[in-house]
């Protein structure tokens, strides 16, 4: 398993190749985190839909959803565009607020990511595993959406 602090330096990598849109750079890394961190089956973004009280799916990386659209308030990434702070569940099942994307989703991740001190977005990772994030996930987290912050 690759370490977080590894793959600190290949989101830099990613974030900086500003020969590639930024819509594929975004992909780049919802990939990479999927590829490289054995309990993130589902990584994505969603953004703020223009001036709409919802989220709307940006690039992500697994199984295809139908939650492209997510009311503010609604679900786990609903709430964060509400809170604007992380929200770590560590059992899905025990979320009364929680949106299925599929059976096999244990717990869920979502980081809001800030562009000068607005929350326009997240970061959201659904895993197979029971209760697999730590604190150390949330930082690295954290620190993806302060780089991705600066392509934005």
């Known amino acids: ?51 709409k009280e919802e989220l709307k799916l940006g690039p992500y990386a697994g199984e295809p959803t139908d939650h492209t659209i997510i009311p503010f308030g609604k679900g786990i990434c609903g709430q964060v565009a509400l809170s604007n702070e992380n929200f770590v569940v560590p059992d899905v099942a025990a979320q009364d607020n929680y949106i299925a994307c599929s059976i096999t ?9 800030f562009v000068n001190g607005e929350n326009i977005g997240q970061i959201d990772i659904d895993s197979n595993t029971p209760d697999p994030f730590t604190e150390e996930d949330e930082r690295f987290l954290e620190f993806v959406n302060k780089k991705v912050a600066q392509i934005l």
Do not use: H
Request: glycine letters at 4%; charged letters at 25%; a negative charge.
């Open 1 to 51: 398993m690759t370490s977080f602090e590894t793959l600190k330096s290949e989101i830099d990598s990613l974030i900086e190749s500003t020969d590639i849109p930024v819509n594929d750079r975004l992909l780049n890394i919802c990939q990479l985190l999927r590829e490289e961190i054995p309990y993130y089956d589902w990584v994505g973004f969603y953004f703020r839909n223009g001036d």
């Open 105 to 113: 989703v244990k717990a869920e991740i979502v980081v809001p990511l």
